[in-house]
């Protein structure tokens, strides 16, 4: 027995050692500088306006775990109320809470798309599209990332090999390793066209983009073909996401989702942050219009600079390629008080390792500019 638990501790260290070698080997890091690398994108973590709803909910009594599943005595209403504010904001039928954006994801398709139908996936949607898809009934296909054509090759290919079931396009609104911006409207029509659903995870939008931060998917939502995931835990600075679609969508999820039905309900304290969140977007839109102008200023001074970037978004990549080279330039900033991190395979494809900036109300202009000035001088030294 001993000698079969070396063994197997044996195979974890020489995999932990090919990581290293790789420069791959990842470890957890105390947060330390300027934030360049949360999702906090409106700098609501930290609202007084959110703490103190939740202050407010526990002197009147509400609990901070639920207590159970939402289909025992962990439906609280603290849920009912954020779903149902929830699906009027953003102009839905429904709504469901969930306990995080990868659950959320998870849960859609590993439960609404059936044996027979296809998913057609963008190429860098997040991972935990890519582990629904791969744990669901249906079938599965690859997209080229941000290509309608392909998209729509992909379908008739299926079609013309006998494939007979429902559609499901599955993109994100803005992808997070690149922060690019997918051509909804183009899809739409495509789902419209193939009597498709179209599955948009909102995770980088909500908040940022779309009136008051509905997102980019607002002007598609009231289509019974739309099914989409908001996440809380990015610009509403909370936890959670929230699945919104049709009234039959939602209550299928409720009688058929073994993550919602099996798992303990989220805590009632983070629905009511949730709450508070949306109602500052709608109350508080400067926080909206200065991280646009945050976001402008940024690529116009890497411009300046001579800094490459292929984003117009908040997420800001830097390219770097290999992975050491990756990871020590983000150690060269971090040492002069940035907290930038590199992102590495396979989070991000073979030969794109990079840096991952990420711009939030929590930062200045003035540290900005001095981040890109910092950033410009070690990448010239890098290059000397």
């Known amino acids: 027995m001993n000698s079969m638990r070396q063994a197997e501790g044996s195979r974890y260290v020489e995999d932990l050692q090919a990581l290293e070698r790789d420069g791959r080997l990842r470890g957890l890091k105390p947060r330390a500088g300027i934030d360049f690398v949360s999702n906090d994108y409106l700098g609501l973590a930290s609202a007084p306006r959110i703490k103190n709803a939740v202050w407010d909910a526990i002197d009147a009594g509400t609990p901070i775990g639920a207590g159970g599943s939402r289909l025992l005595r962990g439906n609280c209403e ?20 969930f306990s995080s954006g990868y659950v959320a994801n998870f849960s859609v398709l590993t439960t609404l798309p059936q044996r027979g139908d296809l998913l057609v996936l963008d190429s860098l949607v997040h991972a935990s599209i890519h582990e629904g898809a791969r744990a669901g009934r249906a079938d599965f296909r690859i997209s080229a990332h941000n290509d309608p054509q392909s998209v729509e ?16 396009i599955v993109v994100e609104s803005i992808y997070s390793m690149d922060g690019d911006l997918a051509p909804l409207q183009e899809l739409s029509l495509i789902a419209a066209k193939h009597d498709a659903f179209l599955f948009v995870d909102e995770a980088h939008a909500t908040g940022v983009y779309g009136e008051q931060g509905r997102g980019l998917s ?3 939502e009231g289509h019974e073909n739309l099914v989409v995931v908001h996440t809380c835990g990015k610009a509403l600075g909370s936890a959670g996401a929230l699945v919104t679609a049709s009234t039959a969508v939602r209550d299928f999820m409720v009688n058929r989702c073994r993550p919602f039905i099996f798992a303990t309900a989220a805590s009632p304290l983070i629905a009511v942050a ?46 770097v390629g290999d992975n050491s080279d990756t990871m020590r330039l983000a150690a060269a900033l971090q040492a002069r008080g940035f907290d930038i991190r590199g992102i590495r395979p396979p989070t991000v494809p073979a030969g794109t390792a990079r840096l991952r900036v990420s711009l939030t109300l929590n930062v200045s202009e003035d540290d900005v500019c001095a981040m890109l000035d910092a950033l410009a001088d070690e990448t010239r030294g890098r290059s000397r």
């Open 153 to 168: 090759s992909t379908i008739r290919d299926w079609r013309a090999q006998g494939g007979m079931g429902r559609i499901w």
């Open 218 to 220: 607002a002007c598609l």
């Open 78 to 97: 603290e849920h009912e109320r954020l779903e149902a504010e929830a699906a009027q904001f953003f102009g839905a039928e429904k709504a469901l809470f």
């Open 274 to 319: 949730v709450r508070e969140a949306l109602l500052i977007l709608q109350e508080e839109p400067e926080r909206q219009q200065r991280l646009a102008s945050l976001v402008a200023l940024t690529h116009r001074e890497m411009k300046m600079r001579g800094l490459r970037c292929p984003s117009k978004s908040q997420i800001v990549p830097y390219i």
